[in-house]
Every structure is written in structure tokens, then in C-alpha cells.
């Protein structure tokens, strides 16, 4: 079992940036790949952006391509969520989920998931 505690959202202007973190405890996030999905208001979670094990191989939604950067320590159990020109668009829930890669379709098969975290966006 793993548990996820994702932090970093917040309120923030658009053009701004903001780190969202993903802490895991239970087992060591090394076994899994791991991803970054939101879901705004009235629709359905998205996949954002998603890592590889051994943080070799990254994958984006084409809308956060250029803006958002995943990453992870594993020596730290963590994971990394950078976001840069905030967009009003980008206002949503954050989760992080840990599960296996789907290299043919670019994202994670989640097994586990967060609580999120809250990311809202002023114009």
C-alpha cells in the first residue's frame, strides 16, 4: 500500500508559477511509475504529466507541453510537479497517482491515489 500527500497549490496570478510536491509513504516510489492528473470543476481528471520509474522518460498532456515539469527524487520519496505561466485554464484539483507506465499511450495506469491539492488561477 501506498500512501500520497500532495501539497504546493495555492492561489496565484496568471503568468505565476507554482511547485506542487507529492510525498509517498508505505513503500519506496522507486517501484512505480508516477503521474500528475487534475480535474476542474464539473469535468472529468485529466492526465497532466507522468515519469518513469527511474525519471528517464517524462510524458505531457499537449496542453501543459513547454509549462509543466514533472520530476522525482526517489531518494526522498517524492515527486515534483513544476508550473510555469499560469494560465486561469489551468485552475483545478491536482492529484498525484503511482502505478505502472503506459509507454504506447504516454501516461500512468494508476494503482494509488492522492487527496490533490488545490490550484486556482487569477486573471
Known amino acids: 500500500q501506498v500512501q500520497l500527500v500532495e501539497s504546493g497549490g495555492g492561489l496565484v496570478q496568471a503568468g505565476g508559477s507554482l511547485r506542487l510536491s507529492c510525498a509517498a509513504s508505505?513503500?519506496?516510489?522507486?517501484?512505480?511509475?508516477m503521474g500528475w492528473f487534475h480535474q476542474a470543476p464539473g469535468k472529468e481528471r485529466e492526465f497532466v504529466a507522468a515519469i518513469s520509474k527511474s525519471g528517464g522518460s517524462t510524458f505531457y498532456a499537449d496542453s501543459v507541453k513547454g509549462r509543466f515539469t514533472i520530476s522525482r527524487d526517489n531518494a526522498k520519496n517524492t515527486v515534483y510537479l513544476q508550473i510555469n505561466s499560469l494560465k486561469p485554464e489551468d485552475t483545478a484539483h491536482y492529484y498525484c497517482?503511482?502505478?505502472?507506465?503506459?509507454?504506447?499511450?504516454?501516461?500512468?495506469?494508476?494503482?494509488?491515489w492522492g487527496q490533490g491539492t488545490q490550484v486556482t488561477v487569477s486573471s
Open positions: 508505505g513503500r519506496t516510489l522507486s517501484g512505480y511509475a
Open positions: 497517482a503511482a502505478g505502472g507506465m503506459n509507454y504506447e499511450l504516454g501516461h500512468v495506469t494508476p494503482n494509488y
